[in-house]
């Protein structure tokens, strides 16, 4: 055999056991994320917080049980029947070093789902006739201009894209509402994210830190994914530019108008938005996988690799009407009982303003094609197509890195929420076998206690 055809197969047997070496680190990896137990030698039992229900037992062991099996710490769950909180419970660990158990009220970051607030703040200021659902969004934002990252990427054939889309000009408050502005993330990508997020700090903001205008004037730079109007795209650039529309037709911030006119009229007042770097009193902390890496700060500040949880992939303050709120299960059972006008409180929004919220603008088969198949999104919310007049089912879930979050409300007049301070491999599974459970738990439990702890757990 010649010297080099030896000397290539020795490379050969050399990279094949490379190769398995890696696949079996990965494998561990993967099976750390999902199955690698919470409990550890020398801490306390993993602890359930709040007053137990009869009958639900057999149900919070399996709930118990599927936390620690995907290594989640904490999580919250909380349950109405027909607007009164008959159930309301804290899993596990708020903070594991301090081995702080998770209480019923503990705070949590909801991400997406404060989209849903931002969606009943809009249509509030359209009541007030502050704002108008077919208006033009960059009407009131006239003063951001474009900011390229890169000038060569913006070119086609020649011609800059700079602020040259004129489509954006046929961008209205509804189609935001609705996600279909034409902005769409599986084609051009996500710039709440790292690395676009990053470069959009130092580029376009002058902290050089990651912020709402600095992310909308990049994304004037960029030309549109489609024609406003025509196609559902789900992503978080809609919902960012709702924040600044909310701040300046209502001309407050944007975190002032919910907590003014959305949340404290239903009697919500632990809700605030959420900070990157600093902990609120009473919220939990939040974890990524076992063996998951760190990445450069999005913060200029901060000279060491981060979790991507703590600023090393996204910035609660770049994007705080998509994803920014924290919240307990309770303060999310509280709003979406009084949207569904399930309490006796004034509604916030008028009959029609709540089934125009709830309605599918273009048909299910759109939604088929897109990021979530078996999802349709209205305004703020996914819902039921199946729904009927006065019988409908709504829901909003959120994830980030170290955290997901789920409310529901459901036509037969039950709701829930569960919030989680880790985002484990394969979470939309998790996800969905978490509510699998509570549904089954619910609809097994024969008898629910009289007593609203709406009255009891502010």
Not at 370 to 379: D, G, I, L, V, W
Request: charged fraction near 20%; include cysteine; hydrophobic fraction near 40%.
């Amino acid at each position: 055999m010649p010297a080099d055809a030896s000397e290539v197969n020795r490379l050969r047997r050399i990279r094949s056991r490379l190769v398995r070496v890696f696949l079996l680190i990965s494998v561990v990896v993967v099976s750390a994320c999902r199955l690698e137990p919470v409990a550890a030698e020398g801490r306390q039992a993993y602890p359930i917080t709040g007053k137990s229900v009869v009958g639900l037992e057999k149900f919070e062991q399996k709930f118990s049980a599927l936390l620690q099996s995907n290594a989640i710490p904490g999580a919250s769950l909380a349950i109405a029947k027909n607007g009164k909180l008959v159930y309301a419970r804290g899993f596990g660990w708020a903070n594991l070093e301090t081995q702080e158990a998770v209480q019923p009220n503990s705070l949590f970051r909801i991400a997406s789902i404060s989209k849903s607030l931002t969606a009943v703040a809009t249509l509030l200021l359209c009541q007030q006739q502050k704002l108008h659902l077919d208006q033009n969004a960059f009407d009131l934002l006239s003063g951001l201009t474009p900011c390229c990252l890169d000038q060569r990427e913006h070119r086609a054939g020649g011609a800059a894209w700079v602020g040259e889309d004129s489509r954006i000009s046929n961008i209205t408050i509804r189609h935001l509402l609705n996600m279909t502005s034409g902005w769409q993330r599986l084609r051009s990508g996500d710039p709440i994210f790292s690395p676009t997020i990053g470069a959009i700090a130092r580029r376009c903001s002058v902290t050089m830190r990651p912020d709402p205008k600095s992310i909308i004037r990049y994304v004037l730079s960029k030309p549109l994914d489609a024609y406003p109007g025509k196609d559902y795209a789900y992503g978080n650039i809609d919902y960012l530019v709702l924040g600044e529309v909310i701040r300046k037709a209502s001309n407050q911030s944007y975190e002032e108008y919910v907590r003014n006119s959305v949340l404290k009229p239903l009697g919500i007042t632990r809700m605030k938005l959420g900070k990157t770097l600093l902990t609120a009193e009473h919220e939990v902390r939040y974890y990524g996988c076992p063996g998951e890496e760190t990445f450069e700060s999005l913060y200029p500040n901060i000279g060491r690799r981060v979790r991507a949880e703590y600023g090393g992939m996204f910035a609660l303050e770049s994007a705080p009407a998509s994803i920014g709120w924290i919240a307990s299960s309770i303060d999310l059972l509280k709003f979406i009982t009084a949207l569904s006008g399930e309490r006796s409180i004034d509604s916030l929004l008028q009959p029609d303003s709540f089934y125009r919220m709830l309605s599918i603008p273009l048909s299910a088969s759109i939604y088929k094609k897109s990021e979530y198949p078996n999802e349709c999104f209205a305004m703020g919310w996914e819902v039921d197509p199946a729904n009927k007049p006065g019988e409908i089912t709504f829901f909003r879930h959120g994830s980030l890195d170290g955290t997901m979050s789920f409310v529901m409300h459901r036509a037969d007049g039950v709701s829930w929420s569960v919030l989680f301070n880790s985002r484990p491999a394969g979470y939309l599974d998790v996800r969905r076998l978490a509510n699998e459970t509570i549904a089954d738990g619910v609809s097994q439990q024969a008898k629910w206690p009289a007593e609203d702890l709406f009255e009891v757990l502010k």
